[in-house]
């Protein structure tokens, strides 16, 4: 089959690789659709390799067709999929333990059931396991016209949540206000330490970090959750201790990749049973910002990179 493979550059190319071989416990797919992700980037910067057992090359969710399900499963030959992966997903197959295989969510089409798992179970895992997030909570959600910024503020609003998000231009501001963002700041021209003050959250989700990190955090509610998945401002900055414990705050770092499959499974199925009526009713939706061919995967990493997409961007497959 086919793949998408980094060299020794940090360079995607397409090469010939065996085909998987499924094994015990698996659901073999057909891949119709792969969904490119921040974390995908920094696996070709050589920052962030999968986990033991996956393949080498990168793409964390995908949409398919069942080709060999296992023994005793929910799911037939033929059946529409969408799937949570370590890695792998750039290629024309994969083979995936079936509790880590959801469902394709009704009226989805295969590039916008690709764009679901990674974003939506990475949103539901840091506010409802990690965060406690309940009606009436205060959210903010960094860069909140990403893939996962979309799915995350949608699962806030559907929990009936008042969300602040950022954004970097005054098209993605208007965006997220449709999308239902109460307050939207734009980190280039406004001041967000203001719109914290006058809107402490109870809960954070954030990809950026940096040096503005530390005087963020204390602007939190008391009892605040600050959930940290990512860095991708900067790793380092300087906390004030004794607001930390003045207002029983808490940091909670946090990825989906790093979990245990039996993790995962757990995120997954919550996600399925109490969200995918939502999709198939409309209330919540991925955004594709577009569709591109396999081969384009450096394309497609572009477009993230220089911060242009508002949503998703997926990889066609077949």
Not at 186 to 212: F, K, M, Q
């Amino acid at each position: 089959m086919n793949a998408m493979l980094i060299d020794a550059g940090g360079r995607l190319a397409k090469t010939v690789v065996p085909d998987p071989v499924r094994r015990e416990g698996e659901v073999l797919i057909e891949v119709h659709a792969a969904a490119v992700n921040r974390a995908d980037l920094m696996q070709c910067d050589g920052n962030y390799p999968p986990p033991p057992g996956w393949p080498e090359w990168p793409g964390l969710e995908v949409a398919g067709i069942v080709l060999e399900p296992p023994d005793s499963s929910r799911f037939r030959p033929g059946d529409r999929v969408c799937a949570l992966l370590g890695g792998g997903g750039y290629a024309e197959k994969i083979a995936v333990p079936e509790g880590m295989v959801l469902p394709a969510p009704d009226g989805l089409s295969m590039e916008e059931a690709a764009a679901v798992p990674e974003v939506f179970a990475t949103s539901y895992l840091n506010f409802v396991i990690e965060a406690g997030m309940k009606a009436g909570d205060t959210v903010f959600v960094q860069a909140g016209a990403s893939g996962l910024g979309i799915a995350a503020i949608q699962l806030a609003k559907c929990a009936g949540c008042q969300v602040v998000t950022t954004v970097g231009t005054p098209e993605k501001a208007a965006f997220v206000r449709a999308l239902g963002a109460d307050v939207v700041v734009n980190h280039r021209t406004d001041d967000l330490g203001a719109a914290l003050d006058a809107n402490p959250p109870d809960i954070v989700l954030d990809c950026v970090g940096g040096s503005e990190f530390g005087a963020l955090f204390t602007k939190i509610a008391m009892r605040g959750r600050w959930i940290q998945i990512a860095a991708l401002g900067g790793a380092r900055s300087e906390i004030s201790l004794d607001t930390v414990f003045r207002k029983n705050l808490r940091l909670i770092g946090s990825t989906l990749r790093s979990r245990t499959n039996e993790m995962k499974r757990e995120v997954l199925r919550s996600l399925e049973r109490e969200y995918w009526p939502k999709f198939a009713s409309g209330a919540i939706r991925p955004v594709i910002f577009r569709v591109l061919p396999l081969e384009e995967a450096a394309g497609a990493h572009g477009i993230l990179r220089r911060r242009e997409n508002i949503g998703k961007v997926v990889l066609r497959v077949r």
